[in-house]
Each structure stands twice: as structure tokens, then as C-alpha cells.
């Protein structure tokens, strides 16, 4: 490819990532020689022409969002012949891509993760505010998760925390040839009425249940279930309530209460808004610190406790997984 491939007023560079959802490169506006990064949706969904317009449509309302939280997006559309020609086939006609800013300090699933409770509750504060900005204009994630938290560096354009991959979830939702490991982790922070595809009963408060996983997470190291099973995690979510947390530094005494609200079962036993959830985060300003128990390794908290894992086999000989049943019953 020796030719400059362009999108509009962009310029591919090279690929820079392959995930699920496809192939991100890196790019420039060629004009303002700002460089950005161009996602590409391959996915079995992305070949639906109502999926296409479902996906343009989230597209415009994250593209109209404005807030030090959420990534930037500059463009969109699908990719035209000439393009696929000049890729020699690497990127097919008809491919939806989206254009945005580019973050180079990594996912907060890597490095980014916090070391202390100061840490976390400026992440989370960072967090539900974007959240807020983004639900206030009806927008919703849908698919959020630690690796779709991204760092931007002190030498991007706008450094800190951003969410990504707004409007992205329907194109991921029933593709069977997303990968196994993909499959296996977005239901580690998704919230009972999206694994059951109950969209009426979907909102902001869908969003505030993954970020209780993800609270959950990097305050003890782990997600509340985790297991190689899919059936089994997903048993969990539906049915299991949330474990006991140990954390792996001190946090406040009411923090586990606040995530149990963050991760009740059913929404309306949740916080509504992300604004509420903020609230009850920063009541716990003057409870007392707790830490972790004496002894224990931080291998050992990494492993799933026999509780939930008893619990999850439980659901699955007296409850067996029948999710339109479920669903139906919801």
C-alpha cells in the first residue's frame, strides 16, 4: 500500500489494533496534521443496512457530546471502493469507521489501574460525571467496561480518562464471529436486562450497574464473577448477588454499600441517575477507612470465592438458564 489511503479529510497511516469489533489505525487530518484514530466495524451486523443506520444515528448523538470525559468524535461513514482497492481488500466497501481522537496512555484495564481509595474515587468521580453529560442528551453506552475506559497521555491533545465505544454495543450484540474472549468478558460487567436483550427496561441505570463491576474490579483486583464458563458468569449476574469485597487498600466503610445499590439485580433497586450515584459516592467523605484482611495475598483475592462459584452451580441445577424465559418473566 503505497499510495495514501484517505477518508475524507484523513489520512490512514497503519493499523494499530484488532479487537471484536474490528481494526483501529491510526490517522491524521491532513490539513491540521492532527493525528486521530479511524475504528473500523467489521462485524457480522455491520452488514445489516437498518443496523447501518441504528449505528449512524448513535454516531450523530456522541458526536454532538462535549465533555473532558468521553472521546472526541470528529467523523464517520462507511468505506467506498476506491478505498478497498487502494487496502488491497484489508478494508471492505461498506465497512461503517468512525473517526476520533487519539489516546495513547492505554486502557485503564493495564496500568491505569488506581493504588489507593483517593485514586479510585477520582476515577469514578471522572466517570459518573461523563456518564451524567452523556445520559442527559439521551445518550446511552450500553457496553462499558474497563477496557473501554481509555487514558489519554500528557502529550495527547487532551489528557485523561475518556470513555470510548458509545453507539458500539448493537453492532457486537449477536455476531457469532466475535471472538471467544470478547464474549466471555463483556458479561463480567453487563447489567441482568442487557444480557436478557430487555431494551424497555434498559437506561442510565444499565450504565451505573457496569461501572459498579468496574468499581468492583479495581477496587479488589477482580470483577464480582469471573469464570471461564460463560453459562456460569452469566448465571451470576442474573441470579447471584453481588460477593463480599476485599479490597487491596483501604476504602470507606459505606463503599460496599454502595456498591450493592451500583449492582442491585433489578434496575429499580439501583441509583437512577449518575448524578445520584455521584452523590452517594461522595457521602462516604467522613466514613471511616477499612482495609484489607490481615494476611491474605493478593493471589488469593484474585480468585473467585467458593461462595459465589456454590452459588452459581446452585442457579444452574435449581434454576436452569432459559434467558426468553427469563426474559419473559422480567
Known amino acids: 500500500m503505497n499510495e495514501t489511503i484517505r477518508l475524507g479529510q484523513f489520512a490512514?497511516?497503519?493499523?494499530?489494533?484488532?479487537?471484536?469489533?474490528?481494526?483501529v489505525w491510526s490517522a491524521r487530518h491532513e490539513r491540521d496534521q492532527v493525528p486521530v484514530a479511524v475504528k473500523f466495524i467489521n462485524s457480522l451486523r455491520a452488514r445489516d443496512r437498518a443496523m447501518r443506520e441504528a449505528f449512524r444515528r448513535?454516531?450523530?448523538?456522541?458526536?454532538?457530546?462535549?465533555?473532558p470525559g468521553i472521546v472526541m468524535v470528529f467523523d464517520y461513514?462507511?468505506?467506498?471502493?476506491?478505498?478497498?482497492?487502494?487496502?488491497?481488500?484489508?478494508?471492505?466497501?461498506?465497512?461503517?469507521?468512525?473517526?476520533?481522537?487519539e489516546l495513547t496512555g492505554g486502557p485503564l484495564d493495564a496500568a491505569n489501574?488506581?493504588?489507593?481509595?483517593?485514586?479510585?474515587?477520582?476515577?469514578?468521580?471522572?466517570?459518573?460525571?461523563?456518564?451524567?453529560?452523556?445520559?442527559?442528551?439521551?445518550?446511552?453506552?450500553?457496553?462499558?467496561?474497563?477496557?473501554?475506559?481509555?487514558?489519554?497521555?500528557e502529550t495527547d491533545a487532551r489528557p485523561g480518562l475518556k470513555i470510548i465505544d458509545f453507539g458500539l454495543a448493537q453492532m457486537q450484540e449477536g455476531d457469532r464471529e466475535t471472538s471467544r474472549s470478547l464474549r466471555a468478558g463483556a458479561p463480567a460487567f453487563e447489567a441482568p436486562e442487557k444480557i436478557l436483550g430487555d431494551y424497555r427496561s434498559q437506561g442510565p441505570w444499565t450504565d451505573l450497574y457496569s461501572l459498579g463491576c468496574m468499581a468492583f474490579a479495581l477496587a479488589s483486583g477482580q470483577p464480582p464473577y469471573i469464570s471461564d464458563d460463560i453459562q456460569q458468569l452469566v448465571r451470576c449476574q442474573l441470579m447471584v448477588p453481588m460477593p463480599a469485597l476485599t479490597p487491596v487498600f483501604p476504602i470507606?466503610?459505606?463503599?460496599?454499600?454502595?456498591?450493592?445499590?451500583?449492582?442491585?439485580?433489578h434496575p429499580n433497586d439501583r441509583y437512577r441517575t449518575a448524578a445520584d450515584a455521584l452523590h452517594g459516592l461522595q457521602t462516604l467523605a467522613s466514613d471511616p477507612f477499612v482495609g484489607p484482611p490481615d494476611g491474605?495475598?493478593?493471589a488469593a483475592r484474585h480468585e473467585p470465592t467458593t461462595?459465589?462459584?456454590?452459588?452459581?452451580?446452585?442457579?444452574?441445577?435449581?434454576r436452569p438458564l432459559d434467558l426468553v424465559q427469563l426474559a419473559a418473566s422480567s
Open 296 to 298: 491474605l495475598s493478593v
Open 307 to 318: 461462595e459465589v462459584m456454590a452459588a452459581a452451580q446452585a442457579t444452574a441445577v435449581t
Open 77 to 101: 461513514g462507511e468505506v467506498p471502493k476506491a478505498v478497498e482497492d487502494l487496502s488491497s481488500g484489508h478494508l471492505r466497501q461498506g465497512t461503517p469507521y468512525l473517526v476520533m481522537e
Open 58 to 67: 448513535e454516531v450523530r448523538a456522541v458526536a454532538g457530546l462535549n465533555h
Open 113 to 153: 489501574q488506581p493504588g489507593d481509595w483517593l485514586t479510585l474515587q477520582q476515577i469514578l468521580t471522572e466517570l459518573l460525571k461523563a456518564l451524567a453529560h452523556a445520559h442527559a442528551r439521551g445518550v446511552i453506552h450500553r457496553d462499558l467496561k474497563l477496557n473501554n475506559v481509555v487514558m489519554g497521555a
Open 12 to 23: 490512514l497511516d497503519r493499523p494499530i489494533g484488532e479487537g471484536g469489533m474490528g481494526q
Open 252 to 265: 470507606p466503610s459505606g463503599f460496599e454499600a454502595w456498591l450493592r445499590r451500583m449492582l442491585a439485580k
